[in-house]
């Protein structure tokens, strides 16, 4: 069925008001763009938040899995704020821990030779050592967590130490871990709300 000549004129003239409304509204169109491509990215994703929640919480006690899900929220919440994809910084969040009771001797076992960032550390701290063997365990183990995204893995090798070069999602998750809600080290809350204006300056 063919469109009416009104329904034609209709379109035109809805076409010719967005054009003019995004004119005056570049930062509205904007956001609109980026709000639309991390839905489809999302979609196209297809993260399976439940199955990452349950599988995580087999390689943590009670306190460190209450600490994950504190970064959850204050990640999720940065993301909104930076319109980074909502679905997969929560991911990488969920993961970033995975590995943090991880024996010194799997962690090293896990990164040798894969991260020349953490070469020099290789022997010295399970602290330093997690995210990139947390990474690495996500990479190697798809059946558990059904992450292969090299943005959401980066989130979880970086947290430690962070990068010079991180995306978005890899600064707003190693933020997340440094100021989420029980977090108390001096200068905490300065760092909490720089983390709402301009993550660079936060980190």
């Known amino acids: 069925?063919?469109?009416?000549?009104?329904?034609?004129?209709?379109?035109?003239?809805?076409?010719?008001?967005?054009?003019?409304?995004f004119e005056k509204h570049n930062d509205v169109e904007e956001k609109f763009l980026q709000n639309l491509e991390n839905f489809y990215l999302e979609k196209q994703e297809n993260i399976?938040?439940?199955?990452?929640?349950?599988?995580?919480?087999?390689?943590l006690d009670e306190k460190r899995y209450n600490h994950v899900k504190r970064v959850v929220k204050c990640a999720?919440?940065?993301?909104?704020?930076?319109n980074a994809p909502v679905e997969k910084v929560e991911a990488s969040a969920w993961l970033h821990d995975v590995a943090k009771f991880f024996d010194l001797s799997v962690m090293i076992d896990l990164t040798k030779g894969k991260y020349p960032e953490v070469e020099d550390k290789m022997s010295k701290s399970t602290a330093v050592l997690h995210g990139?063997?947390?990474a690495e365990f996500v990479r190697q183990n798809y059946e558990l967590f059904g992450i292969d995204d090299e943005e959401i893995?980066?989130?979880?090798?970086?947290?430690?130490?962070g990068s010079e070069n991180m995306s978005t999602l890899a600064k707003i998750v190693y933020l997340a871990?440094?100021?989420?809600?029980?977090?108390?080290w001096e200068g905490v809350e300065t760092a909490r709300d720089l983390a709402k204006i301009d993550l660079d300056k936060a980190i």
């Open 153 to 161: 893995l980066d989130g979880v090798k970086y947290h430690t130490i």
């Open 132 to 134: 990139f063997a947390g």
């Open 48 to 59: 399976d938040i439940k199955k990452i929640k349950k599988n995580v919480r087999s390689y």
């Open 1 to 21: 069925m063919s469109a009416t000549q009104d329904e034609i004129e209709l379109v035109i003239d809805y076409s010719k008001f967005a054009d003019k409304f």
């Open 177 to 184: 871990d440094a100021i989420e809600e029980a977090r108390s």
């Open 76 to 82: 999720v919440e940065l993301a909104k704020i930076y």
